[in-house]
């Protein structure tokens, strides 16, 4: 499956990437293009689709809004 890619947006000192959401098959290949943004928080705003440890072994800590709030998931 062909995935878009992903967007960055910067707004004064932030910026935001836009990216799929991936599964546990696509997770090395999303985990290398959130370093390469040099991505330090991951907020996931859609059901969890992949575990979440290997990206926060990486250093990305991984925040969600499903479940009533940040960094329930």
Same mark, same amino acid.
Not at 20 to 40: A, C, D, I, R
Not at 45 to 59: F, I, L, R, S, W
């Given at each position: &499956?062909?995935?878009?890619?992903?967007?960055?947006?910067?707004?004064?000192? &932030?910026?935001?990437?836009?990216?799929?959401?991936?599964?546990?098959?696509?997770?090395?290949?999303?985990?290398?293009?959130?370093?390469?943004?040099?991505?330090?928080?991951?907020?996931?705003?859609?059901?969890?689709?992949?575990?979440?440890?290997?990206?926060?072994?990486?250093?990305?800590?991984?925040?969600?809004?499903?479940?009533?709030?940040?960094?329930?998931?």
């Amino acid at each position: &499956m062909n995935r878009p890619a992903a967007v960055e947006i910067s707004y004064d000192c &932030m910026k935001f990437l836009i990216t799929h959401n991936p599964t546990n098959s696509t997770l090395n290949k999303f985990t290398e293009e959130l370093k390469k943004f040099e991505v330090n928080t991951l907020v996931r705003v859609c059901e969890a689709t992949y575990d979440k440890a290997p990206v926060e072994k990486e250093g990305i800590q991984v925040l969600s809004t499903c479940s009533g709030g940040f960094g329930l998931n």
